[in-house]
């Protein structure tokens, strides 16, 4: 693969974060992300905003990024997009963009798994890290989900195992919800576990086979939790929300550590990378730094900007696509359900 000099634009819209970034080869020049605050209302996504608010913000947004890039649109190689896994409406926002600007400039249009692009984003070049060497072991953790992925290239995942029923970042979500925070909770939860004692309550693990998981379980024993000691006190939560917080943050993060250890024990590969939103939690972060330490792995974090959805985590995949000619037509639809290897 010769390297030169390669322009990408690059466009996210899988869910509720409208995204744009420009790369030249592998670094991003710009890496803009306008976040919709209006589900914060709803406790969720709301599908329909989410699709309105990108057809708001795609096209300022993809002008501030060509700006910040200092860079004019005549000059990109290629378009890259996210064809999905998402939500169907904010996908087609994003993918008829893309459609229409490469066949405006007549440059190639390039398909992006979201999920491959989470767990490539440690190929971008913005600093001094160096990115994983193939195979390594990717557990991609997220609002939507919650998977073990064995990459063997840029082109050949496997998913090892993943989520039965809920991702992990919905289980904190909805506990969140639970104990009276605020949409998104998931972060809130890492704050206030922050001052918690990860000791002070036990939630259940869940049984699961082989390397897949589970999350439902687990909200519904923090519900049930909630309604006993709230029975007894109806201040609990107010003056437990701390302990409540590290004691449900540690349950989980030894649900992932559990079976991350597994898959590094079943296939001998010691080379394991972060990706996806609840990358960002420091209960995971601090867990997988404790393992490269005390169990000799080599642990990949990716940093905060590439955690949640971004758009330079799709270029990056443009970018390696490009340079293997592996371009999209026109004809190439938004698909909610994307599997990673399809």
């Not at 926002?93 to 405006?104: C, D, H, R």
């Not at 798994?113 to 991609?140: C, G, Q, V, W, Y």
């Not at 909805?174 to 002070?200: F, V």
């Not at 940093?303 to 970018?319: H, L, R, S």
Request: charged share 25%; aromatic share 8%.
């Amino acid at each position: 693969m010769k390297q030169t000099d390669i322009y990408i634009l690059a466009i996210e819209s899988s869910c509720d974060d409208t995204a744009a970034a420009i790369l030249h080869n592998s670094k991003a020049l710009s890496n803009i992300v306008a976040t919709q605050h209006i589900h914060e209302a709803y406790g969720g996504v709301v599908p329909e905003l989410a699709s309105r608010a990108h057809q708001q913000n795609i096209v300022p947004l993809v002008h501030q990024a060509l700006t910040e890039a200092n860079i004019d649109k005549k000059q990109l190689s290629a378009i890259a997009f996210t064809r999905g896994p998402g939500l169907l409406g904010s996908l087609l926002v994003g993918t008829s963009f893309a459609k229409s600007l490469s066949m405006g400039l007549g440059v190639p249009l390039i398909e992006v798994n979201h999920m491959e692009a989470h767990i490539l984003s440690h190929f971008l070049k913005d600093d001094d890290r160096d990115p994983p060497t193939f195979p390594f072991l990717a557990m991609t953790i997220s609002g939507g989900h919650t998977q073990i992925v064995l990459v063997k290239d840029y082109f050949d995942m496997e998913v090892l195992g993943e989520t039965l029923d809920d991702a992990v970042g919905e289980a904190f979500d909805k506990s969140a919800k639970l104990l009276g925070l605020p949409y998104p909770g998931g972060p809130l939860i890492d704050k206030y576990a922050k001052d918690g004692d990860p000791d002070k309550y036990r939630f259940p693990i869940p049984k699961v086979d082989g390397l897949d998981f589970s999350f439902s379980g687990l909200k519904t024993s923090v519900l049930y939790f909630l309604q006993r000691e709230t029975a007894k006190d109806p201040g609990f939560v107010e003056k437990e929300r701390d302990n409540i917080c590290a004691s449900l943050q540690k349950t989980i993060v030894e649900i992932l550590m559990k079976k991350l250890s597994k898959a590094v024990d079943d296939y001998g590969i010691t080379q394991v990378a972060l990706a996806g939103g609840v990358a960002a939690n420091s209960g995971i972060r601090n867990a997988l730094k404790t393992a490269e330490l005390e169990r000799g792995w080599k642990a990949y974090i990716p940093p905060f900007e590439y955690c949640t959805d971004n758009a330079a985590m799709i270029g990056i995949v443009g970018y390696f696509k490009y340079l293997d000619n592996r371009f999209s037509d026109l004809k190439t639809p938004a698909k909610a359900r994307y599997t990673i290897g399809s």
